[in-house]
């Protein structure tokens, strides 16, 4: 599932699809900075739910599924953390998730060295201290995935069922919902020039 750094897994994809039926989760702070174009870039482990073969990229485009486990700024860079307060702002009530983020994952990346994850600090939003757990959890590395991100103006509300608790990464939602009418985080050209610039990043850390 790793496409090499610097070519688009998506550059042969033609048209999108119309809707989405799965969701990806990630710290709500970190949400709200992919969704304001701050990031461009996720770092990914797993969770206990993963199974024997651990983290894998299974989808290129899925709803950002908010969460607040374990998050605090001792886990956040200090840029992340800033989105603290808001994400607070926008919890939803019990028993109710919101999705209003759109990614499409451009390049999947395997990183082996922890040197190389630590070059890294400037575009994702872990703390010093989150990158080295994550990297030495069970074996060694973690993925990066290069996105892109588009936004609802409204979110989608929906409930949080039993079979979406718990620490994984992929859930599947009840029903696709439409992907449609979304405003990107960034402008294709900026974020082509970051993408660009963060690929070259990726190769000097693969190689570290």
């Not at 890294?120 to 872990?126: D, I, P, V, Y």
Request: charged letters at 25%; proline letters at 9%.
């Amino acid at each position: 599932m790793t496409a090499p750094v610097g070519k688009s897994a998506t550059e042969d994809r033609g048209d999108e699809e119309a809707t989405c039926a799965v969701a990806f989760k990630e710290w709500a702070a970190v949400c709200l900075a992919l969704g304001a174009g701050e990031q461009i870039l996720i770092l990914r482990k797993g969770g206990l739910h993963e199974g024997a073969d651990g983290f894998r990229v299974a989808h290129r485009r899925f709803w950002l599924y908010p969460t607040r486990f374990h998050e605090d700024a001792a886990h956040l860079s200090p840029t992340a953390s800033k989105w603290l307060d808001p994400a607070r702002q926008l919890v939803p009530p019990p028993g109710q998730i919101l999705l209003r983020h759109l990614v499409d994952v451009t390049d999947v990346i395997f990183l082996p060295r922890l040197s190389g994850v630590e070059r890294l600090s400037a575009w994702h939003g872990w703390s010093p201290e989150t990158v080295r757990n994550r990297f030495h959890y069970r074996e060694p590395g973690l993925f990066a995935l290069i996105v892109r991100v588009a936004v609802r103006s409204e979110p989608w509300a929906l409930p949080e069922t039993p079979a979406m608790a718990g620490c994984r990464s992929w859930v599947e939602l009840p029903d696709p919902l439409p992907t449609t009418g979304l405003q990107p985080a960034l402008p294709l050209p900026e974020w082509g020039a970051r993408r660009q610039t963060l690929c070259a990043e990726l190769r000097r850390a693969q190689s570290d």
